[in-house]
């Protein structure tokens, strides 16, 4: 596994927040490359989970894909080679195959999927009011760019608002750090690179 540095404390948290019981909605954001991938996968690595990251799909295609993750995550074929015509359907198929202990679905660049669906926060309230915040579940939102991650699940106008369980701003590496990266840079070739 490749080194982990700097992001122990999120992962504790992450761990803590998988612990609790019941149903839990987490958001997790920050400019790009700072770790927030490598933080969810290696969280993921400890738990049953489905991990998926979004891109620039159409909607058809982002529900494919996102059904494609399920099935590898699950090992349930069925689940990739069905058809389903709207996120309920989805997510109600992946309600009747998630397994195990408290079962954790993360959306990692959650801004692509409401690109492709701009009502899918609307739809997730729903699905998390109607289905999944009385039950053994983790669903951990994360993206990349801040201010539309802002809006479609922190800020008041959110379908989400209220419904989130914690929240996560990923900060840059403190050169403190940059030690571990490039241990045998002398401190000024690394403040250089930190900067």
Known sequence: MNKFIDRN???????????????????????????????LRRFCAGVPA?????????????????????????????LAEAHYPDWYALFRAYDRFRKGRKPVLVLDEYQYLCEAQPALSSILQRYWDEHWKNQEVMLVLSG???????????????????????????RPLRFSHAVEFLPSRNPKDLLSLWG
Do not use: C, F, I
């Not at 404390?9 to 490598?38: C, D, F, I, W």
């Not at 959110?158 to 996560?168: D, E």
């Open 144 to 170: 990349s760019v801040t201010s539309m991650m802002y809006r479609e699940t922190l800020s008041r106008s959110s379908p989400l608002y209220g419904r989130r369980t914690g929240q996560w701003l990923l």
């Open 9 to 39: 404390h999120e992962l504790t948290s992450l761990n803590e927040a998988y612990a609790k019981p019941g149903a839990g909605l987490y958001v997790l954001y920050g400019r790009r490359r700072l770790g927030k991938t490598t933080l």
């Open 50 to 78: 489905v991990y998926h990251v979004a891109d620039r799909s159409t909607e058809h295609e982002a529900l494919r894909l996102l059904a494609q993750s399920m099935s590898m995550a699950l090992g349930e074929p069925t």
